[in-house]
């Protein structure tokens, strides 16, 4: 409780405790209007007090967070948290339109955001909770899937590429590579793509020079037959385990995601990354408080959020994951070598060939029915 107490204190609150008596009432309890003059019983009722969950699950992308984050948010909190991963935003869109219930913050992409606004599956967050978004860079205060992150705070930022052992073989200039795949090349086989319809599906649209929203059928039909072609050339697809497979040698090429390669390269410093010559896709994750979770576990998990936008937590999550941080405090803190790094803050003439992935209205259910053909084919 005395951890809870100083929490409400810190975000300056204690007007609000002190006219519901002080115990455990929690910031987003008391309506504005509510007074010691207006707390007769034929008044509006008060709100019924609400304390943060101890525990909260996060559902998140894996290997994405430093878990020591986990140890020093209970310290101050008191709140326990619990990690659970999913693989694809796709997964974590079926999981809440499934109905699960029990998760206090989720990491949904820029695209999916947009989906699940749409669809009523985001709470909006309190922003009286949340008063480190002050350190939110500018850049990422109004993005267009969620101005003003009314439901969500950006978390980390990306691209998707090619991972590729740089002492086995040259630097791939083109997604070719994967979408020509010739049975003499010494990936042949030994290569992955990632288990990700709208990624996969934009890498190929990207190849074949049409835009990697594009809703066009016939279009999309090309992108599949490419993809069924890659198959021939692929050791399978994945999105989890894809860096270590390059480590360990026994793949040579994959196609995934920046920080992932970077983060690989502890285990195996011959691992490179690069954004082929036809471009690639830009994402930035993003940490929102799905509708389905209690006020309990919405609050601790708006206090959980409010903690990783701490300068020093989101620099020690960007150190650990190699991703960049949309936090202007926390890049603050990080060494020159990691905001020099190309991998990490792609030059602007490769910026210029980086696209967002979109929200594709009903061409959605076309996209996932395209990718199970894919999946199908032998
Ligand atoms: N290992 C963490 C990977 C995070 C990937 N973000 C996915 C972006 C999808 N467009």
């Not at 073989?169 to 010494?186: G, K, M, R, T």
């Amino acid at each position: 409780m005395r951890r809870f107490v100083l929490w409400a204190l810190a975000l300056g609150l204690l007007a609000g405790l002190a006219a519901c008596g002080g115990k455990g009432t929690a910031p987003t309890a008391a309506p504005a209007e509510q007074s010691m003059e207006t707390q007769a019983p034929e008044q509006a009722p008060a709100q019924a007090a609400v304390e943060p969950a101890k525990e909260i699950v996060f559902f998140n992308w894996s290997e994405y967070i430093d878990p020591e984050v986990y140890d020093l948010f209970e310290q101050e909190t008191g709140i326990k948290v619990i990690e659970d991963n999913f693989s694809s935003n796709e997964e974590l869109l079926a999981k809440l339109k499934g109905g699960v219930t029990g998760y206090a913050v989720i990491v949904p992409s820029d695209y999916m955001v947009n989906i699940m606004i749409q669809e009523g599956l985001l709470a909006e967050l309190n922003h009286d909770n949340i008063p480190n978004l002050k350190n939110l860079a500018e850049e990422w205060r109004n993005v267009p899937f969620d101005p003003g992150n009314k439901y969500c705070v950006p978390y980390q930022w990306g691209t998707t590429g090619i991972g590729y052992l740089s002492d086995q073989i040259d630097e791939p200039q083109s997604w070719a590579v994967l979408f020509d795949p010739n049975p003499d090349a010494p990936w042949y086989g030994r290569a992955t793509m990632l288990d990700d319809a709208r990624e996969s599906f934009a890498a190929a649209l990207i190849y074949l020079g049409y835009d990697p929203n594009t809703t066009d059928e016939a279009q999309l039909q090309e992108a599949r037959d490419l993809l069924i072609k890659a198959k021939a050339g692929l050791s399978g697809y994945d999105s989890d385990t894809y860096e270590d497979l390059l480590a360990s040698g026994e793949n040579l090429l994959a196609h995934g995601w920046s920080g992932d390669f970077l983060v690989a390269q502890e285990d195996n410093e011959n691992i490179a990354y690069t954004i082929p010559q036809e471009g690639g896709v830009i994402w930035v994750d993003n940490l929102c408080i799905p509708m389905s979770a209690s006020p309990e576990e919405k609050l601790a998990g708006e206090m959980f959020i409010n903690f990783i936008l701490r300068p020093d937590i989101g620099a020690k999550i960007s150190e650990y994951n190699y991703y960049a941080s949309p936090n202007a405090e926390a890049e603050k803190l990080l060494p020159e070598d990691f905001l020099n790094d190309p991998t990490v803050y792609p030059p602007q003439e490769v910026r210029a060939k980086l696209h967002f992935l979109k929200p594709v209205g009903e061409a959605e259910a076309l996209y996932q029915r395209l990718w199970d053909e894919v999946k199908a084919a032998p």
